[in-house]
């Protein structure tokens, strides 16, 4: 097997207990992502790793195949690697239980990434911003990238490449506009979207490693891959979608489904 997505499911979510089990739509929250990432064409399986028996028993009327791992792993990466361990796969995309709404398109895209970059163990996507406000909230992760000779920046247009190597993440804004105080022109920053691909023993390996100084400060995991001095492959998309923290974010949710 090639290519896997694995949503980590966690039962005991702190601003919203339970999330990944909501059902005010008819379906459960992670069912959603889940039929989601079924329609993607590269992934050869999807499956679910949970910390909690209730969600491996929706899973099953759902038909989706469900892996209960541990409930004392840190991340969801963490779950990811226990559940991968002793599958014969190359690489693993880490998808959100909490992203209903996540392209497909995006799914294929990044495990591309991998695939065309052999020399890159990991990989992630970004898009442009809409709003400054955006771009200052400590929410929303920032991140750099380096695009090299062929990448340059055209500087009227704000223009990118769509592929580059990840310099930094971080909640703050990224880079600092100094003329403007803080965030300048939107067009400047990319935000990250939180879905990676991981070739399955640099996950193995990356998930033993302690966590970095940097890591802990921002609260960003991705940071100990950099801080030990691993490439991170980012790829550029157009489609975003806010994952849900909230009663009220999944309320939202609940409108835009119901409307189509």
């Known amino acids: 097997m090639k290519v896997i997505a694995v949503i980590p499911a966690r039962y005991s979510s702190t601003r919203f207990a339970g999330k990944v089990l909501a059902k005010d739509t008819g379906k459960f929250l992670i069912q959603h992502?889940?039929?989601?990432?079924c329609l993607a064409k590269l992934p050869e399986k999807v499956i679910i790793a949970a910390d909690d028996e209730k969600v491996v028993a929706a899973a099953k009327t759902f038909d989706a195949e469900c892996?209960?791992?541990?409930?004392?792993?840190?991340?969801?990466?963490?779950?990811i690697a226990e559940a991968v361990a002793d599958m014969d796969v190359e690489i693993v995309v880490n998808l959100q239980g909490d992203e209903p709404e996540i392209d497909p398109g995006n799914i294929d895209y990044l495990a591309r990434l991998l695939m065309d970059n052999p020399d890159c163990p990991m990989a992630t996507l970004s898009a442009d911003?809409?709003?400054?406000?955006?771009?200052?909230?400590?929410?929303?992760?920032?991140?750099?990238?380096a695009r090299g000779d062929?990448?340059?920046?055209?500087?009227?247009?704000?223009?990118?490449?769509?592929?580059?190597?990840?310099?930094?993440?971080?909640?703050?804004?990224i880079p600092y506009d100094r003329e403007e105080a803080g965030v300048g022109n939107v067009r400047q920053y990319l935000r990250h979207l939180g879905i990676y691909a991981y070739r399955k023993q640099f996950l193995l390996e990356i998930t033993t490693l302690p966590q970095t100084p940097l890591e802990k400060i921002e609260k960003l995991e991705q940071l100990r891959a950099i801080e030990n001095g691993y490439p991170i492959l980012v790829g550029k998309v157009q489609h975003t979608c806010d994952g849900i923290d909230t009663p009220e974010q999944y309320a939202e949710f609940v409108k835009r489904y119901k409307k189509k």
């Open 33 to 37: 992502t889940y039929e989601q990432a």
């Open 67 to 79: 892996v209960l791992t541990s409930p004392d792993h840190q991340s969801g990466t963490d779950r």
């Open 129 to 145: 911003f809409q709003t400054a406000g955006q771009v200052a909230d400590p929410n929303i992760v920032k991140v750099i990238v």
């Open 150 to 173: 062929a990448a340059a920046r055209d500087e009227g247009r704000g223009t990118r490449d769509e592929t580059g190597r990840a310099i930094y993440f971080s909640r703050s804004p």
